[in-house]
């Protein structure tokens, strides 16, 4: 079987309180962008042992096969469920890693998909989100792959009715890795009722000022180019523009219809930074 796992922006991250635990609870909303994915290619083997044969191409990944959470997934679902048998993967990966995008926790999120169908576990999602969980905070939002309003540490997920797909997103990937330790460790915890109320409006016009993300303020400064890209899609007529998590992915969201003076503006977005735009369409 044949799936893409999908990316996802954050719209708004707001870190909260550190924990005793060292990790850090935040609020965010979680976006699926499903038209940029991985594509994850997985066959069952009849072989009696259990054993995962992986291939991969695309972007180079830089870790070691084990270390990579589609083959920490199958050992993972292989250790829990006697059931799961031997699988062949081919991965493609198109997704940038390090930008803020989740891609890895997705590509786990669908492995423990595409073995839970492959062997007839019978999982139900909330039983395949808690399975990833251990994979990583953000791994149970890809099982679900709906907006949703995140807290805790990114794996509290309640499902919220926001719908952008009128809008247009592009999304700009600058050859900048930015650390998710040292973001944090640029960051001064700050409760703010402020996105959690914006939730409950159930409007993104009214969500729009409360979308802050706490990184940007240490990152930026770290990587002023970052916030350039940021300034040239709020420039080119972006109703909304932000970094997504920790980065280094910057995105803007456009809401205007083929007529608009925007699609100028956006061409020469796109011959500015020719080299770094990932995405550019309208969300499904």
């Known amino acids: 079987m044949i799936l893409y796992p999908n990316c996802k922006i954050n719209i708004g991250l707001r870190v909260v309180q ?45 870790c070691a096969e084990e270390d990579n959470l589609i083959v920490r997934c199958y050992r993972l679902m292989a250790a829990h469920y006697p059931a799961v048998g031997s699988v062949d993967v081919h991965f493609t990966k198109r997704v940038p890693f390090g930008a803020g995008l989740g891609s890895g926790s997705s590509d786990a999120a669908h492995m423990a998909i595409a073995l839970n169908e492959l062997f007839a576990l019978g999982l139900s999602q909330a039983q395949l989100a808690a399975e990833v969980r251990a994979l990583g905070a953000d791994c149970p939002f890809f099982i679900y792959n709906t907006p949703c309003f995140a807290t805790g540490i990114g794996d509290i997920l309640t499902p919220i009715d926001l719908d952008l797909s009128s809008m247009r997103l592009v999304i700009i990937k600058p050859d900048v890795h930015v650390s998710t330790r040292d973001a944090y460790a640029g960051i001064t915890p700050c409760y703010s009722h402020a996105l959690q109320d914006a939730v409950r409006s159930n409007s993104f016009s009214l969500l729009h000022d409360a979308c802050t993300n706490d990184f940007e303020t240490t990152v930026f400064a770290r990587y ?32 205007f219809d083929s007529e608009s003076r925007a699609l100028a503006q956006l061409s020469r977005l796109h011959e500015e930074f020719a080299s770094m735009v990932i995405f550019d369409d309208t969300l499904a």
């Not at 060292?22 to 499903?34: M, Q, S």
């Not at 916030?227 to 280094?248: E, R, V």
């Open 18 to 62: 550190k924990r005793a635990d060292g990790y850090h609870d935040l609020e965010t909303i979680f976006y699926p962008v499903k038209g940029l994915s991985d594509v994850l290619e997985v066959a069952k083997v009849d072989n009696a042992a259990q054993h995962i044969s992986f291939a991969c191409d695309g972007i180079a990944i830089d």
């Open 224 to 255: 002023p180019q970052l916030a350039d890209i940021k300034k040239h899609l709020q420039d080119a007529g972006a109703f909304y523009a932000a970094m997504s998590g920790s980065g280094s992915a910057i995105y803007g969201l456009f809401k």
